[in-house]
């Protein structure tokens, strides 16, 4: 009796051990169960070497080229434009102790002293609102400065509000287009005080710069425009007409620190924008660059 308790107990034994073996071979015999189910709970695609998908956002950021780098293409250009230096900055001085309440009369330029290779694209009047235009200056980046007359924006102000949101610069040249020159400093200074108050009112600025209409001016309009804050008078020394340069004075060829008038008038052929391209070619195989004006005024 007690030897076959004892074979029972050890029968019992073995199978107690037996099965605790199998349990335990599990995980060593079958490793593929607990990894599928891994891979399972980790979602698609896991642990199956595939690469995630970036977020759409950065997928559609991923142009085949930079839009840059596309856009002279696309305005006529064969090369894009050197970017511009920045201009060392010479602080304005301020007036002496004791003396003159008035201000100084502004400088009349036509070109900039500097040894940077830029020269300076200047539109007047306003006349013309292509907003071709507007894309052309975005795409390229490009400095320009607009000299605007009240008279003959008339209500297009907001083609210039976009112009200045991509970056160019506005300034004044007068209310009404007059001929400054012989008029009284009341007269003169209604021009251009008015102008300036126009500007501040559409777009919270007031303008430094003033370029008097038709290039004509004396000692009162210089007087006149530095009782309005007028800082510097422009002229040019180079325009562009339909086809080609025409120079004011000196060599016949852009030089560094040259101010360019871009012709207004489009009834006599090309537009705005193809006189640019014609420009912007020109300064390109002159070696040069366009700089931001009011950056070295």
Known sequence: MRRRTALLASAAALTVTLTGCARSADPVEHPGRTATERVRSAGPGAGQGVR?????????????????????????????????????????????????????????????????KVVFLTYDDGAERDPRFVTMVRELRLPVSMFLTDSVVGPGYAHFARLRSVGAGLQNHTLDHAALRGLPYAGQRAEICGQQDKLRARFGLRPRLFRPPYGTYDTVTLRAAADCGITAVVLWRASMGPT????????????????????????????????????LRRIQEQGLTVGRLEDYL
């Open 244 to 279: 080609d340069l025409a120079y004011t004075h000196g060599s016949h060829r852009l030089r560094p620190g040259d101010v360019v008038a871009v012709d207004p008038d489009e009834t006599r052929g090309p537009s705005l924008r193809e006189r640019t391209t014609r420009l």
């Open 52 to 116: 995630p998908k970036a977020p759409a956002a950065e997928r559609t950021a991923r142009p085949h080229a930079p839009a840059a780098e596309q856009a002279y293409r696309r305005w006529g250009l064969a090369a894009p434009l050197a970017p511009a230096p920045t201009p060392a900055r010479t602080p304005a001085a301020g007036p002496l102790a004791g003396g003159p309440a008035r201000p100084a009369l502004p400088p009349v330029v036509d070109r900039i002293p500097t040894r940077d």
